[in-house]
C-alpha cells in the first residue's frame, strides 16, 4: 500500500513540475524516496550555487527553512516553495538574530563569518557566510590579524581555529543536536571491530571524534573522499541520509553508521531534514504553497554576505 502510494505520489509530483516549470532541490539527508525525486541533490553550498542558475520558475526546497531561505535570497524573483516549513534546524535556532546583534555589538571591529546555517536575519549580521565544504578557506581569505566571529557552530569554529592557529577567533556558543550526539566510546569500538574502515566525519562533530577521524568535511567533501579512497569501508559520523547517497554511488564499498550516544534516540537522523515528505512536497507544489517571503532590507544584506562567500574560490 506505501509503495504504491508512494510511486502515485512520485509520478504526481513529476507531472506537477513539467506543468509548472519547477525544479526540487534536495540536500543529501532528506530520505532516499525525497532525494529520488529531486533534480539537484547535494550539500548547503552546492544547493546555495545551484539555486542561482536553475532555469525554473518555481525552486521547490526539500531541505530545512534556512537553506530555502538561501535560495530566496539568492533567487528574489523566483517563487521559492518549502514543504514544511515547520523544518528548523536546531544549529540555526541556536543563534537567535537580536541575541546574536548584542553579541556583535560586544566585540566592535570583528569581521564576521557564518555558517550557511543561520536564520536569514544572523546572515543580514554578517560579513561572509561559509558552509562546511569552505568555512576554512573563508577564514583564510581574512588578514591574520584581523579579528573574527565565527558563529553558530562551536565544533565547526573550534576546528577552523585548529586548523588556522588563529587566536583572534571569538565563537558564538551554538551546535547542531545531530553531529553532537556521537558516542566516541561506541566510535573506538567500531574502529576496533573494523580496523580496515576509514573513519569519516563532519566537522559539526565533537573534537574528540574529530581527532578519531581518518577524514573531516563536507557531506559533499566526505562523499568525494569514500570515492577517492582506496579503503573498501568506512564509519560514517554524520547525520544518517547520506548513506542512501554513498551507497548509490560505490554500491562496491562498505558504510557503517556510527551510532549516537543514546542508541534508542535515532539521533544521527536529523529529524527535521525527515519531517520532508513526498505527501507535503505534493501538497506543496499542488498550492504552490507555503513560499518563502523576506522583507527585501534584510534579504539584500544577507545576500552580500552569502555573495562575499561564492566569490572566494
Ligand atoms: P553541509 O554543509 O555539509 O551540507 O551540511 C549542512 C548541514 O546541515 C550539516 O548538518
Ligand atoms: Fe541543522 Fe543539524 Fe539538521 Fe544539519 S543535521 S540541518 S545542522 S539540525
Same mark, same amino acid.
Given at each position: 500500500?506505501?509503495?504504491?502510494?508512494?510511486?502515485?505520489?512520485?509520478?504526481?509530483?513529476?507531472?506537477?513540475?513539467?506543468?509548472?516549470?519547477?525544479?526540487?532541490?534536495?540536500?543529501?539527508?532528506?530520505?532516499?524516496?525525497? $532525494?529520488?525525486?529531486?533534480?539537484?541533490?547535494?550539500?548547503?553550498?552546492?544547493?546555495?550555487?545551484?539555486?542561482? !542558475?536553475?532555469?525554473?520558475?518555481?525552486?521547490?526546497?526539500?531541505?530545512?527553512?534556512?537553506?530555502?531561505?538561501?535560495?530566496?535570497?539568492?533567487?528574489?524573483?523566483?517563487?521559492?516553495?518549502?514543504?514544511?516549513?515547520?523544518?528548523?534546524? !536546531?544549529?540555526?535556532?541556536?543563534?537567535?538574530?537580536?541575541?546574536?546583534?548584542?553579541?556583535?555589538? $560586544?566585540?566592535?571591529?570583528?569581521?564576521?563569518? !557564518?555558517?550557511?546555517?543561520?536564520?536569514?536575519?544572523?546572515?543580514?549580521?554578517?560579513?561572509?557566510?561559509?558552509?562546511?565544504?569552505?568555512?576554512?578557506?573563508?577564514?583564510?581569505?581574512?588578514?591574520?590579524?584581523?579579528?573574527?566571529?565565527?558563529?553558530?557552530?562551536?565544533?565547526?569554529?573550534?576546528?577552523?581555529?585548529?586548523?588556522?592557529?588563529?587566536?583572534?577567533?571569538?565563537?558564538?556558543?551554538?551546535?547542531?543536536?545531530?553531529?553532537?550526539?556521537?558516542?566516541?566510546?561506541?566510535?573506538?569500538?567500531?574502529?576496533?571491530?573494523?580496523?580496515?574502515?576509514?573513519?569519516?566525519?563532519?566537522?559539526?562533530?565533537?573534537?574528540?571524534?574529530?581527532?578519531?577521524?581518518?577524514?573531516?568535511?563536507?557531506?559533499?567533501?566526505?562523499?568525494?573522499?569514500?570515492?577517492?579512497?582506496?579503503? $573498501?569501508?568506512?564509519?560514517?559520523?554524520?547525520?544518517?541520509?547520506?548513506?542512501?547517497?554513498?551507497?548509490?554511488?560505490?554500491?562496491?564499498?562498505?558504510?557503517?553508521?556510527?551510532?549516537?550516544?543514546?542508541?534508542?534516540?535515532?539521533?544521527?537522523?536529523?529529524?527535521?531534514?525527515?519531517?520532508?515528505?513526498?505527501?507535503?512536497? *505534493?501538497? *506543496?507544489?499542488?498550492?504552490?504553497?507555503?513560499?518563502?517571503?523576506?522583507?527585501?532590507?534584510?534579504?539584500?544584506?544577507?545576500?552580500? !554576505?552569502?555573495?562575499?562567500?561564492?566569490?572566494?574560490?
Amino acid at each position: 500500500m506505501k509503495v504504491e502510494n508512494s510511486a502515485e505520489l512520485s509520478r504526481r509530483i513529476e507531472e506537477l513540475k513539467r506543468e509548472k516549470n519547477a525544479v526540487i532541490l534536495a540536500h543529501y539527508y532528506t530520505t532516499p524516496e525525497v $532525494q529520488a525525486v529531486a533534480d539537484y541533490l547535494g550539500d548547503s553550498l552546492a544547493l546555495s550555487v545551484r539555486a542561482q !542558475s536553475v532555469d525554473a520558475d518555481i525552486i521547490l526546497f526539500a531541505g530545512v527553512h534556512f537553506m530555502a531561505e538561501t535560495a530566496k535570497v539568492l533567487c528574489p524573483e523566483k517563487k521559492v516553495l518549502i514543504p514544511c516549513p515547520e523544518a528548523g534546524c !536546531s544549529l540555526a535556532e541556536s543563534c537567535d538574530a537580536a541575541e546574536f546583534a548584542a553579541f556583535k555589538a $560586544q566585540h566592535p571591529g570583528h569581521t564576521v563569518v !557564518s555558517y550557511v546555517n543561520t536564520t536569514v536575519g544572523v546572515k543580514a549580521l554578517t560579513d561572509i557566510c561559509c558552509t562546511s565544504s569552505n568555512a576554512l578557506k573563508v577564514v583564510e581569505s581574512i588578514p591574520a590579524d584581523q579579528p573574527v566571529i565565527f558563529a553558530p557552530d562551536r565544533n565547526l569554529g573550534a576546528y577552523i581555529q585548529k586548523l588556522t592557529g588563529r587566536q583572534n577567533m571569538v565563537l558564538w556558543n551554538g551546535a547542531c543536536h545531530v553531529h553532537e550526539e556521537f558516542s566516541l566510546e561506541k566510535l573506538l569500538k567500531l574502529k576496533q571491530e573494523h580496523p580496515e574502515a576509514k573513519v569519516v566525519a563532519h566537522p559539526e562533530c565533537r573534537a574528540y571524534i574529530l581527532e578519531a577521524a581518518d577524514y573531516v568535511g563536507s557531506t559533499a567533501g566526505i562523499l568525494e573522499y569514500c570515492g577517492r579512497s582506496d579503503a $573498501q569501508a568506512f564509519i560514517v559520523v554524520t547525520e544518517s541520509g547520506i548513506l542512501a547517497e554513498m551507497k548509490k554511488r560505490y554500491p562496491a564499498k562498505t558504510f557503517i553508521p556510527a551510532p549516537p550516544d543514546d542508541e534508542t534516540c535515532a539521533c544521527n537522523n536529523c529529524r527535521y531534514m525527515k519531517m520532508v515528505t513526498l505527501e507535503n512536497i *505534493c501538497a *506543496c507544489l499542488e498550492r504552490e504553497a507555503p513560499e518563502i517571503v523576506l522583507d527585501e532590507e534584510v534579504r539584500r544584506s544577507a545576500e552580500r !554576505s552569502i555573495l562575499n562567500m561564492i566569490a572566494i574560490k
